[in-house]
Structure formats: C-alpha cells, structure tokens
C-alpha cells in the first residue's frame, strides 16, 4: 500500500497532507466515512465521545485491498495505487489522490466525489476554515443518472415527493423536521451523520452536502437491493421506535386549548355519551403557573389525580403539553442559569423566545439539564399519574432563527444545533425508562436522525387549514416514513386560520378527517376561530382558547361524515397494530410510497398523490376543493378491490376512482371491505 494508505484494525484510513480519512464496516452492506484537517479526528474519546445519529454497529469483517478489484464499469475505473474496503454488497475505492467512488456488489456506481478539471481548483471534499479548529464543509456527488430519484430528508412544507431538484436547509424550524438520511432509486441511502445547521442541494449535475461549521466530516452508506432492505439497514443503524402501546393507534381529540380540568372531563364524557371512540385527550400549553416552572395552575387544575383516574375509568388516557422555555419570572430560572442549564446566546439579551414571554430555552445537550427538567416534570406530572407528553417547540423555536447567536453545552447551534429535538425527546424517554415504563410514546414538533430510538411521535407544526397545506402534508409523511420516523401525524383541518362556520373548511376539515383514518396516529387540533377570551390576567387563565374542535363542533353532515371514520378507525386498529410491530422490529415505515412495496414497477415511482398504508391498503386521498372523482395508478402484479364497493382491477393501470364527500378513496390487494 503507499505510505498515505494504512488499515488499522477493520478500518480504511487515507491521510494526506492535512486531512485524515477514515473509512470502515458499519452494519452489514454499509459503511462509515469520516475525515478531519485538524490533528485528530474528533468525538472518538472523552467527555464528548458520541456517533451522533449512529448506534455501536453489528459485528462485521471488511475486506482491505490495496488496489481495486476488476469487473468495473465504465466510469468508474479501479484506482492505480489506491485502496477499497468491502463490506457485503457495498464496496468504497479511494484514489491516491483521494478520490472515492462508491460500488454495489455488481460493481454498480452509486456515489462518486465530484472530480472536475484541474482548472477549476474545486474538489469533492472542501473544508474552509471558519476560525478555530471548525470548517464550512461541503461534500460534492456527480449526478450519476439524470433519472435518479431521492426521497427522505425529513418534513419540509413543499409539495414534492421526489426531492431530486430541491434545495433544502439543514435546519430546524416550527413545521420544518431535518432528518438528513436520503433513499436513492439507485439502490444506495445516505446519512449525512452531521447535527451542524447546513444545506443539501440534489442538482441535476451535483448532489452537495454543506454544513456552516463543522470540526469533520462524517457520513454513512448502504447498498440495497429494494428500498425495504434500504430502509431497514438504516433502522438496524440508527434505531427503531419502541412498540407502540394500544392506545396509539385509536382516535386522539385536541384543541387550542382546553382551559380547566372541568372542560376536559367534559368533553371525554360528550365522546363517551355519544358512543365515540376516544383513547387520548390532550392539554395544551399555559396551563402551567409560569413558563418553566412546569407544574398546573391549581387553581384551573385543582385535582389532577382525580382527573387521571376519572380519564382511565373510561379507557382515556391524558397527555399534557410541556415547553422548553424557562421564563425570567420562573421559580426555576436563577438555578438552571447558575448551574449552566439554559442557552446561551453570544450576543444580544438572553431571551430566545419572546412571544408573551421572556424566556431561554432549557439546554436539552446538557445531561444534568435533561435530569434537572424530568425530575421537575415527574414530580408535578408523572407522579400524579401523566404517562405521556406532547413535547412542543421542540426545534427549539426562536422568535430570530439567527443560528448563529445560540450556544449549547456541547458547542454552537451551528454546529449542533439539529441535534436538539433529539436530546429534548432524550429527555422524557431515559426518565421514564427509569421508572420502568414500557411503550414509550411522546408527540414532539420536530426531529432529528435517530430520534426514532427516544420514542418520539412527530406532527408537522403549526401549518395553516387550507388544501395547499393540506398537499404539502401528504409529502412531508411520506419522506419522514422514509427518513426513519415511522410514527408521524398531523393537525387534522390544519392549526391556523378556520374558521369553524365556513362552509369551505367544513370541506377540507372532512377530507383531512378521512385521512388522518389512515396515518399511523388518528389526531384532531387546532386553532379555530373565533377565539374565547383568557379566563384571567395570569397563570394558567392568561392564554385564551380556540372555538370548539370536537367532531360535533360543526354542522351535522361534518358529524355524521366523522363518526363513520372514527368507527373505521377502531375496525383497522388490530391492523395498525401489526404496522406499529413492523415498525418497531425492522423501522418499516407505517405510510411509505408506492415504490416501497412496489420497486419493480416504474410508474410505482412516479405516483406522489398516493401511498401504501401498511402492505395491503392503497390510499388515495383528495386533496383538491370541490374535488369528487380523482385519477388513480393501481401498481402493476396483484388485483385491487375498491373496499367502499368491492368492485376490483387488474394492476398496472389507472382508474377514475369515485370520490363522494363521505368517501376517501382506498384499494386493497387481499380484498377486504368496509361496507
């Protein structure tokens, strides 16, 4: 091997000039690349030793050429003198001049560093130094085939499927989730194992990985031959969702917000008056004393025990919202800030958050914060009986998302920040999984890679309730399924900007509500107008509330449409249980595209206004106004029965599906029926 080459143990390790590249086994048919300018690589020692999104990996032994192996495409030469390490199916040839391409076991290109001419002095690998020993990093891919498709990413509020063509941020934001793991129709996915604020953009000539300021670079491959084997090497590699307790797959009721304990005994009784299934009931924000003192307001909460019982006496279990933010005028402020337990900022005040408050956000990268904050909540909530936790603002929301102006306790935003919602959801799960509970579930605003593991249930933020946002959620689940967040939901009608007497929201409010029958959990909130006033000047009373969002809160027509898919909600919930189990056991994605069950059928890849829930159910919703029939591709290989009529067609053709206003179009392939 040449002198810049060496194998240490089961490792590749280039070095040249400035940098260190590391590259070794993984989890079966993948592998890990890291590479440094600065002395030694990082965060494999010591007080910050971490892997990031990345679990210890499955035992594996890699094979360590000094030169490339023959059976080579055209494109992708065996480098002269250079090095490869394989491992199953996935092979990484690395040039003396430090070049990779990236093979499958048939020696398929699947990723190769853009390498230009000479002239243009830009390389695959580009560190430019910030100050200190951070970079602005960017890795740059070739566009290997103009056809590729890339879906993953997270959630973003647009439209598109198919990210190829996107640009998108590495950043979190209140509806915006950055999971920066990428599934390619190639047969190849990627995680950019890199918590920094960044950007990725998959151009039609160059795929280009950027984060703003970074010590390393590190990312992960895999080799697949179908994206289940795909996805589930990236679950095998960054964890999976606990089993989902039964309570998680029935019908969850909210609203902006449920001011007093009477009003939310209330309305659980209305639902089991009425014979309406119900499994959770949730209490949203500013029912605290003050922010961060994260306890209820006795004097609009004045028995939470007796509530909880009452609750669970008619089979309902409570979730109660916590935030992150600790107000000035917290009981809980002076300790955490002279203890180190809150955000820094590098300049201006310290007040992150500034909505009806004055506050900093609790520093969930900080172990001793994580316990400090669990301990409180489990003293006021877990205690009294609360086993669940809807985990809001969780990216942390800024009121100026200037990343650039927080820091953390284990470095800046812009070099951790994405890591965030990850450790918040820590949080709650490493406590509760001290107390021993199993089925760990907590609905959290946002995540990152690996937040799966800590048991978090994703919703898409504070979207607004009108059909373009309505779209964009259709895309923003599908991609976080893949992405490797299995559990995902949404705010069923939207959050903002209904009114609950128009006519035109009644419409999207009810193809929204038949949807939701078929994301992995069924949720009603949202801010509906017109609002109450505040009950009081401080406290819990401060915060006023939303008008009605119960499913008896709009005309009779919207009831009825609603009790018909709260009542099929509860006939498919053994169904979603058995999704849950595979999303639990392998981190198959509860909805996932066509092509995820259907690879060897082109235009499976094409279709982004329908999915697969589960293997057996084609879901189509309407995602249009006034919209009462829809085109739809049935993929090609098995027959589909309409479950409304029991009609059935052949595959690998498309219908004119039939779309009344009490119907969502579904197809099954084992032919079942709803009537």
């Known amino acids: 091997m040449p002198s810049f080459f060496s194998k240490q143990q089961n490792r ?77 199916n996935i092979e990484l040839r690395i040039s003396p001049s430090g070049h990779i391409t990236i093979v499958n076991g048939k020696g398929k290109a699947l990723l190769e560093e853009y390498q230009p001419c000479g002239a243009l002095k830009i390389g695959g690998r580009e560190f430019r130094s910030t100050g200190g020993d951070e970079y602005a990093l960017k890795v740059r891919f070739e566009s290997l085939d103009p056809n590729e498709k890339i879906y ?56 280009t990985w950027e984060a703003c300021s ?35 797959t029935g019908f969850w009721q909210c609203k902006l917000r449920y001011q007093t304990q009477d009003e939310v005994l209330e309305v659980a009784r209305g639902y089991k008056s009425r014979g309406l299934p119900l499994s959770v009931i949730v209490i949203d924000f500013f029912h605290w004393t003050c922010l961060g003192d994260w306890k209820f307001d ?39 800030l002279e203890k180190g337990y809150l955000i820094r900022s590098e300049r201006g005040s310290r007040v992150d958050m500034d909505v009806n408050i004055s506050a900093t956000f609790y520093d969930a990268t900080n172990p001793a914060a994580r316990d400090f904050v669990w301990e409180k909540v489990k003293q006021n909530y877990y205690d009294k009986g609360i086993k669940l936790f809807w985990l809001d603002v969780a990216e942390p929301e800024y009121s100026v998302y200037d ?60 979207i607004h309730s009108n059909f373009e946002s309505f779209r964009d959620q259709l895309a923003a689940g599908l991609n976080m399924g893949i992405a490797g967040i299995p559990w995902w939901t949404t705010d069923i009608g939207g959050f903002t900007g209904a009114d609950i007497g128009d006519p035109a929201f009644h419409e999207l409010f009810v193809r929204w509500f038949q949807w939701g029958c078929f994301c992995p959990v069924m949720r009603l909130h949202g801010s509906r107008n017109p609002h109450t006033p505040p009950l009081g000047s401080s406290g819990g009373g401060e915060v006023g509330s939303g008008a009605g969002n119960e499913v008896w809160s709009f005309t009779e027509e919207v009831y009825e449409i609603c009790t018909k898919y709260l009542s099929l909600r509860e006939k498919l919930r053994p169904y979603v249980k058995a999704q849950m189990k595979a999303a639990h056991e392998k981190g198959t994605p ?34 249009y ?31 004119s599906a039939p779309a009344p206003l009490d119907k969502i179009p579904v197809y099954s392939r084992t032919g079942a029926v709803f009537v």
Request: charged letters at 20%; aromatic letters at 14%.
């Open 12 to 88: 590749l390790v280039y070095h040249y000039d400035a940098e260190t590249l590391w590259v070794e086994p993984w989890g079966r048919n993948s592998l890990r690349v890291r590479a440094v300018h600065n002395a030694e690589m990082p965060y494999t020692s010591g007080l910050t030793k971490t892997d990031w999104a990345l679990l210890p990996p499955e035992p594996c032994e890699a094979l360590i050429n000094d030169t490339a192996p023959g059976g080579v495409p055209a494109g992708a030469p065996a480098p002269v003198g250079g090095a490869s390490i394989r491992n199953g």
């Open 152 to 207: 993953g990413l997270g959630q973003y509020q647009q439209p598109y499927l198919n990210l190829k063509g996107a640009d998108l941020e590495l950043a979190q934001r209140n509806s915006q989730a950055s999971v920066p793991f990428a599934l390619s129709s190639l047969g190849y996915g990627f995680l950019w194992n890199n918590p920094a604020v960044g950007r990725v953009v998959f151009g039609r000539n160059l795929s």
């Open 214 to 248: 970074t010590k390393y670079m590190d990312y992960w491959v895999t080799a697949g031959d179908s994206p289940a084997e795909i996805e589930e090497a990236y679950a095998r590699a960054t964890g999976t969702v606990p089993m989902m307790s039964d309570y998680g």
């Open 298 to 336: 006795p004097r609009y909460w004045p028995d939470p025990e007796g509530m909880v019982k009452e609750l669970k006496a008619m089979g309902v279990e409570l979730m109660v919202s916590i935030w992150p933010p600790v107000d000035r005028a917290s009981e809980n402020y002076r300790e955490m």
């Open 403 to 462: 990343f650039d102006n927080y820091r953390y306790y284990i470095g800046s935003n812009l070099a951790t920040g994405n890591i965030y919602p990850g450790m918040y959801a820590q949080t709650f799960f490493d406590g509760m999984k001290r107390e021993g509970q199993q089925g760990i579930v907590n609905l959290i605003r946002c995540a990152w890679a690996g937040s799966q593991r800590y048991g978090a249930l994703v919703w898409s933020g504070d």
């Open 590 to 623: 509860v909805m996932r595209p066509l092509f995820y069950d259907f690879p060897h059928d082109p235009r499976a890849w094409e279709t982004e206004d329908a999915y697969m829930f589960g293997p057996d159910y084609l879901v189509a919703p309407i995602l």
């Open 625 to 655: 106004p006034d919209q009462r029939e829809r085109q739809l591709y049935l993929p090609a290989g098995t027959r589909w029965t309409d479950c409304w009529s029991g009609a059935t067609y052949e595959g690998g053709a498309c219908i």
